[in-house]
């Protein structure tokens, strides 16, 4: 066996060792991008994670150029670039040199930091069997073109990352599903019990009251009244707790839902959807449950009584943004989903809440994001990807 042969089998074998080490998406990326520059020698690599359509996320990077680390890697994380769009439109098949890197070329004539001499950078497409989910790019200084055998191990990384991509998807789409499924055996046991046994309760008291008489009684009849009305209570909030649980309504669609949800709350909500299309169930259920927890700070702690909520659905993730023009938190500055669970501290009550909603998002491969300014309010920005969160809808049915 020749040593460039016994070099790639080397390669292969570390990265996947390296992805089956790993149950978290993020994490295992950046070390896999790390473990692929460490063994070949090229001096930086990043993936972006896509469907089909015109949409991505910036999903890990190494050793990238200052140029494009610029505003906490603003560069990466918005507009077009050629690998991109071959990719998008379906051309790009397997690895393949691309003629320069837009990115670099933008920033070269910009002035914007210093490319360390890259220009080039092949692409390969991130793809398990016929599913698609983003593209790997590989990089070095001065060169312009990779040979065929560089090609053929990069496009044999492209395919080990996709299938750990697709399995991970798959394993998260499996355990929200089983967090689901847990939470409405939760809610009908609740359902059958307790709510049944404070329903009886309820009503015992109050035949106990019909059947005391005489002023003698007053004081018996004052606990059978209290005894009605801790059981009335009890059954309200069992069953607000089984709707948190259990959804109702969903099938009007999250919007429409979230709108009722606000307005049960006494606020004035105003909703707006922008593209059509099915969302799949753990991504629904994560959005529901952020949007309420979204809402309910705004009840107790924006002091306002209007909300905005909007959802854009597009090809390649699904975000909700839930905005109020009250107080605000004490910070002016834009909080990043990595600041949230630090500064959301900031408004009184609100830490563990703003914990859960970035965890929530964060379980699907999604992100939180949250703006605010005083006296301005609060903008909280749920973004999930659907491109492997996507399941077969017999699951989803």
Known sequence: MTEPRMQELVILKT??????????????????????????????AWIFLSGDGPEYVFAADRQLPPALEQADKEPMKCGGCWCLERYWDGRLKNAVNILSCKRLETARKQGTGDTRGITHHATVPLRSGSRRFGVLNVA????????????????AVAFQIGSAVERMRLEQYHRELARLEERNRLARDLHDSVCQMLFSLSMTARAAESMIGGGQSEPAIAAVRDMQQLAQSSLKEMRALIMQLRPAGLEDGLVSSLKRYGEKLGLKVQADVRGVRELPRPV?????????????????HAGTKEAVISLE????????????????????AAISEEQADEEAGTAAGTSFGLITMKERAESLGGRLSIATEPEKGTSIAAAIPLFYTHADRGENS
């Open 313 to 332: 659905q597009g090809d390649a993730e699904a975000v909700l943004r839930i905005h109020d023009r009250g107080s605000g938190m004490k910070r002016t």
């Open 140 to 155: 070095a200084p001065g060169k312009e073109r990779f040979g065929d055998e560089e090609l053929a191990l990069f496009q």
């Open 284 to 300: 629904e259920e994560a959005l529901w449950r952020i949007g309420q927890e979204a809402l309910n700070n705004i009840v107790k």
């Open 15 to 44: 990265i996947a060792e390296t992805l089956n080490q790993s149950n978290e998406l993020a994490p295992m990326l950046g070390t896999v991008l790390e473990k692929l520059l460490e063994l070949t020698g090229f001096s930086a």
